[in-house]
């Protein structure tokens, strides 16, 4: 085994303030799933996984090396960058204690998530910011020599670098519960923003002619190479392994964005259908109702026509009748008062 694979796997430090920290932080977590009702599986792992590699990360091999091997610390910071925090994320902790914590505590961290400061806080240009300015000013040469010879310092580095990173993957996942939801369209390029910050950390170590960290200027010597090779190895991991690693979460982030989008188009089209049928029902049932509605009213009138037509003509039937026999026995009358023609008439006395 090479000097730096037993290194690796034997130089574990455990620490027991983090220690206690990150067993703190999984039984919080996991005493909040037992209290709610269906909380996923895929959540509760990403965390776990999130804090054990944070252990791995802090207390493992990979920190002690690191302070001897500059290519291996910046693996380590890669690390709390982009592996450690989105996992923490996706385990979505602020959501399972709004619903887990009782309801005086959920109102409060509720009304904090949905307050100002968070909004300010995960706001694009602020953790972008935030987490460029952390990149560039942490790779000093005058802060990175002063936090490898101070363990307090190095480890408030540490803390720099997970709080800038968990602000600036919040509004990256975009998982509820969030101030604002940012577009996809929005997150691929905070994504790809991020980028020019690591390049120009891993192009001027890569191409530096000197050692630029005094402290590593004679540990590489343990591991069979030079510190100047050692450093542009450094460089090159975060410049080329840093880059890569984003663009392909700024892939992922989009791809899953077009698979989300297919989804919702195929749920609108299902409602669409469905929509559709029932306004042809609808239809149908609206046709056949005024078809039933005209056909009675049709029948009815026609029965009413026929009424009204056979009384009409029985009545007028009627009055011709009536009228015809009246004006008989007028002319009836007319004739015994009138003499025929050619008589004379009689007087009261005779000749």
Partial sequence: MSPLARDLLSEWRFDPGLMLALAACAGAYLAGVRRVRRWPATSTAAFLAGLALLGVALESGLHAVGERLLSVHMVQHLVLLVAVPPLLIAGRPQALALRALPPASRRALARLLGGRTARVATDPI??????????????????????????????AEHVLYLTAALLFWIPV????????????????????????????????????????????????????????????????????????LMALLAVAIGWRAVLAEEQRQLVRERAGGASAGVVVRERGAGAEARQVVRERAGGAGAGADV???????????????????????????????????????RTGGSA
């Fill in 126 to 155: 602020v953790v972008l910011a935030l987490l460029s300015v952390v990149l560039v000013a942490t790779h000093l040469p005058a802060f990175y020599d002063a936090a490898v010879r101070s363990p307090l310092l190095h480890d």
């Fill in 173 to 244: 996942l975009a998982l509820p519960p969030q101030p604002r939801a940012r577009s996809p369209l929005v997150r691929v390029l905070l994504v790809l923003a991020s980028m020019p910050a690591m390049t120009a950390v891993g192009v001027a170590l890569a191409t530096a002619s000197t050692v630029v960290y005094a402290p590593y200027a004679d540990g590489a010597a343990r591991y069979g190479t030079d510190a100047l090779a050692d450093q542009r190895l450094a460089g090159t991991i975060m410049w080329i392994g840093g880059s890569a």
């Fill in 307 to 345: 009424r009204e037509g056979g009384a009409g003509v029985e009545a007028r039937q009627l009055v011709r009748e009536r009228a015809g026999g009246a004006g008989a026995g007028a002319d009836g009358s007319r004739s015994r008062e009138q003499p025929p023609a050619g008589s004379t008439p």
